[in-house]
């Protein structure tokens, strides 16, 4: 063989693709060869959280921003794979991909933007450690000149230590101002959006303007600002992209008012990190459905704060039983109910019936879908149906 492509659900241990890397054969993924052949200029971001959201405004300001005859093309791990519109992409038309870990780890090209949100544990189930799964994160800087732009999150723990590797102009963004050294930075001060040019402070809107819910969200919003800042973008069109931005689907998606609850989809929660997030994002009484398959990851913060913060818990899917021990192990007396599903309609009916005017019942379930669904869109669209069904 000349060279082997790998999908990204492939592992990258299995005996054909390690006898080829022995051999000297190229092992490469679709990004790899789609980074090597396009011709425009690529905005890449990643991240152990937020990637979606956050590529979504960076795709919805860029088209604000483009001049007439350039096309802004959004793609990589959400929507359609760029690879197949290769041959229609112009060099002069603005890329936006959002790159996942699987998609990194065999890539040798960096984007003139590249842009990392956080690194948090994920995925461990495939990467095996935390020092692989941020080496993999890593590489999307790993290739970068002093002619490009890398986008930081400040306020996360491996900051200092991508940010001391680069030659390349570091852009920060965090919800406070920061203290140390960037080309330039993206933060809120009281109410108000601002960009730190090194020269000039620029508002550039309101947190009242953002419709999205929750910190991390507002963390998106001030991420989508500094790599569109990154990019030469006006303000212009970044108040235009996100002041009417509802959210993507199935991320703390609002699918119905019933009776006085509401009811929220974030089956893109497939770690108890993002779960917590979720559940951060509302005062109100949360009945959450948890479950699905567990990634090896910790549980700890999320069970605490279950036991602190949610009015019930109803238990889906192969790590039922687990989150069930993990709350038990926990409780030192709190209020929480726990109840526990075969599956997700199951947890649906459960959650109607504990629900009263002014609670939120929130599917955010910390685990993947691959135990019933063959994605989180799906087991989202089936929480959808069944939610949209309620009498």
Known sequence: ??????????DLKIDFIQQAMKRGIPVK?????????????IIGITGSSGKTTTTTLVGRIAERAAAPGQNVWVGGNIGNPLLTLLDQIKPHDIVVLELSSFQLELTQHSPQIAAILNITPNHLDRHGTMEAYVAAKRNLLAYQTKADKTVLNREDHYFMELQTRLPSQVISFGMARGAETVTAQVFFEGAQLLIDNGSDTIPVLLKSEISLRGQHNLMNVLAACAISFAAGFPVEAMRAGIIDFQGVAHRLQLVREKDGVRWYDDSIATAPERALAALNSFDEPVIMLLGGRD????????????HHKAKAAVLFGEAADMIENALADEDTGSPLIVRKAKELEEAVSIADKLAVSGDVVLLSPGGTSYDAYRDFEERGKAFVKWVQTLI
């Open 29 to 41: 993924n679709d990004t790899e060869l789609f980074l090597e052949n396009v011709t425009a200029s």
């Open 295 to 306: 990634k090896k990851l910790p549980w700890t913060e999320l069970v605490a704060a279950l």
């Open 1 to 10: 063989a000349d060279g082997i492509y790998v999908s990204g659900g492939a």
